[in-house]
């Protein structure tokens, strides 16, 4: 039981780290996407980097993970742009809960790649998160909704690249390298973009990017500490709660407040996400 109430506290943090990188994202102004993910992801790759080294092994992949380690790497880029075009664009709690969709989608992409089964109630609820997304979308086929489309594609990319984080896990392929694999890719396909189409930026917007990063690290690093102490099926619901700490610092930093449609989805997602979770930790006391 401790082991679980810590392992919500680590998840809870891990929203609340989240949470704070999309607002340092969103304060440090107009700049490209692409840019932003970079020095995002440089921090996260000096961390690894350091937990890596104080490693007996240091820094080592497995040969016949490479592929794999390269899909992650590639599916977590589409993800991490398409939440940062998002955040930029939408309000904040709006782009958090567009990017909990990507726990549903894990669903279906171990389904088709994993071949794990899914079941009929997975399916319903899968189908009931979408309807929730489209109460927060609120589709008009008009040039408002591209931000809600590159929204559910990072969703879409980061849904995928986790589940072949589950597939490397399975290969005995460990944390600390998937992070830094993932990172260094991400920053070297970033960099031509970097380097060719850079965008001055002022000490003040650097400091929030740093600081994005900052966030991002401590969230990947309570994330995994929380998934090291329970199975996902017992404290996965509680990551949900950094869509309330968005709503809360877009209210307070940025004057948001969503519309009575998006707070419809916000809470269809979160009971489709609430009643998976019930659901899932029923199924493994009856074992």
């Not at 567009?98 to 079941?119: A, C, G, H, R």
């Not at 392929?173 to 001055?200: R, W």
């Not at 990551?239 to 449609?261: C, H, K, M």
Request: proline share 3%.
């Amino acid at each position: 039981m401790k082991s679980i109430n810590k392992a919500i506290l680590y998840i809870i943090s891990a929203a609340f780290f989240f949470s704070l990188m999309n607002t340092f994202v969103r304060l440090s102004g107009d700049l490209p996407s692409i840019q932003k993910s970079f020095f995002r992801n440089f921090i996260a790759l000096i961390f690894a980097l350091i937990i890596l080294q104080k490693q007996s092994n240091g820094i080592s992949f497995k040969r016949e993970n490479l592929k794999l380690l390269i899909l992650r790497s590639a599916l977590g880029t589409i993800g991490i742009l398409g939440n940062f075009y998002a955040v930029d664009r939408l309000l904040l709690s709006d782009a958090s809960m567009m990017n909990k969709l990507s726990p549903f989608l894990v669903l279906i992409f171990s389904y088709f790649f994993l071949k794990e089964k899914i079941k009929l109630y997975q399916i319903i609820l899968i189908f009931t998160a979408f309807i929730g997304c489209l109460f927060i979308v609120k589709p008009s086929f008009s040039a408002d909704m591209f931000p809600f489309i590159i929204g559910i594609i990072g969703a879409m990319g980061a849904g995928a690249a986790y589940t072949t984080v589950r597939a490397l896990g399975l290969r005995g392929e460990k944390g600390p390298s998937i992070v830094f694999f993932f990172s260094a890719f991400s920053c070297l396909v970033t960099l031509p973009f970097v380097i060719f189409f850079y965008t001055p930026m002022s000490l003040k917007q650097i400091c929030f990017l740093l600081l994005a990063g900052l966030a991002a690290s401590g969230g990947q690093f309570s994330i995994t500490a929380a998934y090291s102490n329970a199975p996902a099926s017992q404290i996965s619901i509680y990551d949900y709660s950094q869509v309330l700490f968005a709503a809360f610092t877009g209210f307070i930093i940025f004057n948001e407040i969503p519309d009575i449609l998006s707070i419809i989805g916000y809470i269809i997602i979160c009971s489709a996400a609430a009643i998976m979770f019930i659901i899932n930790k029923k199924a493994k006391d009856t074992k």
